[in-house]
């Protein structure tokens, strides 16, 4: 009967009958609420109607009906926000081993960067079944990442990363939406997530001949100098990056942070912000002389460098120099000319 008439987009993931049951719980008890509210008005209305030569009657207030009407949407609106939370926290926290897909918006369109190297313009490939994490920025406003289908929306911000993440259900073609009005031709700003059958999309994983990000990230550490300071044995002017992602960082300031994306991100772009503790502010800031993407592709090459968060990943970067970072990625600095 409803055939051509979806109340809902499709659910195609993990994510997306946990909204919908959030969601329509929140429909009933405002349909319930309206409904007891109308109800009472026509009651009251006609009970209490003024009548000729009847006088009107003084009522007091009542303890128990008072406490009764507070106590009651107190435990409904307990209920809407622990429910709320587990679900904003779900969806909110990627799971450690999710597959990454690194996301640059610009007006207007999505370009995807898988880990593994593939690129992509306004369409996404992605298996069913496996927890896929979009780490996001944009190179000019703020566009948002939008797929009904995976109940998935996340504001895309220059200047930072934004993650989010989702394990499609089913395979087919979703809808990508920017959702956040960013210009002129912000309605043109879509495009396609794909979800194959794992077999199929390795068959197309194979398809592209480029090696992984992080092996391109390698490539732009060493063309702009980073490993002359940054070196693996410890003995540089700049920290070792060896095992530094997702561990605390000691800095010169006396805070502590994590090394997550934003900070590697941080720390490429603008040196001097977040120093750690024990080296010499010898390092120059990027910001400008990188692209997004060869940001991208550093992060993606630190992360390498600690396999124990990044299973599997260290190996596969650690010789192959991906062919494609030389077309995109034109730094003319050589080795020890920068960066120290
Ligand atoms: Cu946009």
């Not at 319930?32 to 006088?55: E, N």
């Not at 409904?76 to 640059?104: C, H, K, N």
């Not at 920025?137 to 948002?144: E, F, K, R």
Request: net charge neutral; with cysteine; hydrophobic share 40%.
């Amino acid at each position: 009967m409803f055939d051509n008439f979806p109340l809902w987009p499709q659910r195609a993931s993990t994510m997306a009958g946990n909204v919908d049951a959030l969601y329509i719980f929140l429909i009933i008890v405002c349909g319930l609420m309206t409904l007891l509210v109308f109800t009472a008005v026509i009651y009251f209305a006609a009970r209490y109607r003024y009548r000729q030569g009847v006088p009107a009657e003084q009522i007091e207030g009542s303890i128990p009906l008072e406490v009764t009407w507070s106590v009651i949407p107190l435990g409904v609106f307990m209920v809407i926000f622990l429910w709320g939370a587990v679900v904003f926290f779900q969806s909110r926290t990627p799971p450690r081993d999710a597959t990454e897909v690194y996301v640059v918006a610009k007006q207007w369109m999505w370009k995807l960067e898988h880990a593994e190297g593939q690129r992509e313009i306004n369409e996404l490939h992605v298996p069913v079944g496996r927890d896929v994490k979009l780490i996001m920025t944009s190179q000019d406003v703020i566009h948002s990442f939008f797929v009904p289908a995976f109940r998935m929306k996340q504001d895309v911000v220059p200047g930072r990363y934004t993650v989010a993440w989702f394990r499609a259900t089913k395979p087919g073609t979703y809808h990508l939406f920017c959702t956040q009005y960013c210009g002129t031709q912000h309605s043109g700003m879509i495009g396609d997530v794909v979800v194959m059958e794992p077999a199929q999309y390795e068959a197309w994983m194979s398809g592209a001949p480029t090696g992984p990000l992080s092996a391109a990230g390698e490539k732009i550490f060493a063309e702009l100098g980073c490993a002359t300071c940054h070196r693996s044995d410890g003995t540089g002017r700049g920290p070792n990056l060896h095992g530094v992602f997702g561990k605390p960082v000691a800095l010169e300031d006396g805070r502590t942070v994590t090394a997550d994306e934003n900070y590697l991100r941080e720390c490429i772009l603008t040196p001097g912000d977040k120093r750690v503790k024990g080296f010499q502010p010898i390092m120059p800031p990027f910001q400008g002389l990188v692209s997004e993407e060869q940001v991208n592709a550093l992060v993606a090459y630190v992360k390498s460098l600690s396999p124990s968060t990044q299973p599997g990943a260290a190996t596969t970067s650690a010789a192959v120099v991906a062919p494609q970072a030389s077309g995109k990625a034109s730094p003319k600095a050589t080795e020890g000319s920068q960066g120290n």
